[in-house]
């Protein structure tokens, strides 16, 4: 936790007075989710008083609220430090903390801190946010699209279509194909089409008009299928691949995205509730200088609930940054000097000077 919170003592966290909240220290939401919350209620149910269980999605830590702080310290003398059936005799480390810390950890800031730990992103730093800027008969039409252009792939190839796997996600490329390992466009080949969908052009019009101060003429476009429990680690999209702004658009069933600042601690990332027919832009500050991710997990916490993933589709539009070069004032996380870049770099001059007319 101290690493978690960036304070320098436990002190500033843990009360040696009784309070009616207990922090489990060693057990919090990771990446069994809703398993957890059961077995902490399970562990903690049989005690007098007990209220409820308080997990962060980000932190690996939880909370255990009682009615009081009499019922808190039974709980406390019985289980603390001694080993935990529900856990597989794993001991449950326990500490209290007062109600001000406790509203402090939930929400992000510390204790003797006059502003909060996380930032948050919004426009101001470049990331745009709009609910509902598909309707439900739109997104089962472009999801009816993609089952189509799947269908006249097969047909058309043997029984083949082109979809990748990444990971545990599912991806297909139109306009231009993404190489993993480099980063930047790949392969022609692994296309779909070498065109954007036709479908995709009202969105992307739509999307120009709604934010005109980053009017974006993509000319890529990922679909991307994620199987429940699916995610994507943190990352920031490389700056010499793309250009300033990247667009998603969501679909299926809703998902939390996580946003950091590399370096910073666990304590200062946030997140942000992808919902179905959502639009998401990138740009700035927010495309350049914070990582995003999707956790890989089955249950997502949203608001003190429990919620499961099913499928989801997310459709990704860059245009791609033809110069391969950035020169954005963020330079430690930039890609511009990466010996990969310059490599790529020096393959575009030979090609241009072998082929003007590219």
Not at 190 to 202: D, E, H, M, V, Y
Not at 206 to 224: F, G, V, W, Y
Not at 269 to 279: A, G
Not at 282 to 295: C, N, P
Request: charge should be negative.
């Amino acid at each position: 936790m101290l690493r978690i919170e960036g304070v320098a003592n436990l002190a500033e966290l843990f009360s040696q007075q009784p309070s009616r909240i207990l922090c489990i220290v060693n057990i919090g939401y990771c990446s069994e989710g809703l398993q957890t919350v059961q077995l902490l209620e399970s562990a903690l149910r049989p005690y007098g008083g007990f209220e409820r269980v308080v997990v962060d999605s980000i932190k690996p830590y939880s909370f255990a609220i009682f009615a009081n702080a009499s019922d808190a310290e039974i709980a406390f003398t019985e289980i603390r430090d001694k080993p935990c059936a529900k856990f597989n005799n794993k001991p449950l480390v326990l500490e209290y903390v007062s109600p001000l810390v406790f509203a402090q950890l939930t929400k992000g800031s510390m204790p003797g801190s006059t502003e909060a730990i996380t930032e948050t992103l919004g426009e101001s730093r470049g990331l745009f946010y709009v609910a509902n800027f598909i309707s439900e008969q739109e997104e089962q039409a472009v999801l009816a699209y993609i089952r189509e252009d799947e269908e006249r792939e097969s047909a058309a190839n043997g029984g083949t279509d082109k979809w990748h796997r990444i990971q545990e996600r599912f991806v297909k490329h139109y306009g231009h194909s993404f190489d993993y390992q480099t980063k930047h466009v790949g392969d022609a080949a692994k296309t779909a089409s070498q065109q954007l969908p036709l479908w995709s052009q009202s969105f992307i019009e739509r999307m120009n008009k709604r934010i005109p101060s980053h009017a974006l003429e993509p000319d890529m476009l990922t679909i991307q299928r994620y199987p429940p429990g699916a995610g994507i680690s943190f990352h920031v999209d490389s700056h010499t691949a793309f250009t300033d702004t990247l667009a998603v658009l969501s679909m299926g069933t809703p998902v939390q995205m996580g946003f950091r600042k590399p370096g910073a601690p666990q304590a200062a990332q946030m997140s942000l509730d992808l919902e179905p027919r959502s639009l998401l832009l990138l740009t700035g500050e927010a495309r350049y200088a914070w990582e995003h991710a999707i956790r890989i997990r089955r249950t997502d916490l949203v608001d003190g609930a429990i919620r499961e993933r099913r499928e989801r589709w997310s459709i990704t539009i860059r245009k791609v940054n033809k110069a391969i070069e950035c020169n954005c004032e963020y330079p430690d996380m930039c890609d511009n000097d990466a010996e990969t870049v310059r490599q790529l770099r020096t393959r575009l001059a030979a090609k241009r000077a072998h082929n003007p007319i590219d």
